[in-house]
């Protein structure tokens, strides 16, 4: 197999593995000046935020579904719906192989969206759940269609780190960090950036937004090693003193971190959190 072969198969992969990790953010909620889809957008946006079953992700994305086709050039309500897709798809991906078919199908439903949102407004979210989507529609597809689909979802995310650094409180430097620590070292030299950039870039991330508990955690998998404890206990310190009120937007993910970073904490000291 060679390389370029290799490479393509490994981000799209390592893509797949991690969505909910380099995630970590949740989307804005959309605006209509249509007054039925303004109603059908409230309506599931006031649902939203809880651990949402199967039966209601697919009632809030015929909702808003139904929003789109009456406000069909509203980005952001295609985004909220590219989330949704993605969310459902990620719901039965591991269930069995029927469920997989169906998770391609959202995964699809989550890319060609996204596409579609970029012709009306060239953003980060676009280009995110653009990359994300193909991902994983490439995840169980053939080796040809895998490398295929690379150049578009690295082009997508590069955009991101050159138009919208920020996006997402760190989301693409989460995802370099997946891609460092997952992926062979020669490999990540080809399609990506070394150590220290990436460090660079969670530390710019931490600096932005010091409240996202995420940020925290990818600097110490990707930047740490077992001989830097104390560091590593300090940065935990540091997260788990973030105010998550003030960091809405990741509510949901900040009390998903938290849970992981008080269970490193103790596994670090052998003490429950403040002691050490």
């Not at 981000?11 to 109603?39: D, G, Y």
């Not at 105010?243 to 970073?261: G, H, L, V």
Request: hydrophobic content about 35%.
């Amino acid at each position: 197999m060679n390389l370029r072969i290799t490479i393509g198969i490994l981000l799209l992969a390592l893509l797949a593995m991690a969505p909910f990790s380099s995630r970590a953010f949740e989307p804005e909620k959309p605006v209509s000046q249509v007054p039925e889809a303004s109603a059908l957008i409230e309506e599931v946006w006031n649902g939203l935020g809880g651990n949402l079953g199967v039966p209601e992700l697919d009632d809030s994305i015929a909702k808003l579904e139904k929003a789109e086709r009456l406000d069909p050039s509203n980005h952001d309500l295609l985004i909220i719906l590219c989330d949704l897709y993605w969310e459902r798809g990620e719901r039965v991906k591991d269930a069995s192989e029927q469920g997989k078919k169906e998770a391609e199908c959202f995964f699809l439903k989550c890319h060609e969206t996204a596409k579609r949102a970029l012709e009306i407004e060239d953003s980060a979210a676009a280009h995110y759940y653009a990359a994300i989507g193909l991902g994983a529609v490439a995840e169980n597809q053939s080796i040809l269609k895998q490398v295929s689909s690379f150049p578009e979802v690295r082009s997508h995310m590069e955009w991101i780190g050159e138009n919208d650094r920020h996006y997402g409180d760190g989301a693409y430097a989460r995802f370099w960090c997946d891609c460092y620590v997952n992926a062979p070292k020669p490999i990540i030299k080809v399609i990506g950036h070394g150590q220290d950039e990436v460090c660079d870039m969670l530390d710019e991330a931490i600096e932005h937004n010091p409240e996202d508990v995420s940020n925290y955690m990818y600097r110490i998998r990707c930047c740490h090693d077992e001989t830097m404890k104390e560091k590593s206990v300090s940065l935990l310190e540091k997260a788990l003193k973030a105010d998550e009120k003030s960091a809405p937007k990741q509510r949901q993910y900040n009390a998903y971190f938290r849970e992981k970073a008080l269970k490193y904490w103790k596994e670090l000291t052998g003490k429950e959190y403040p002691a050490r």
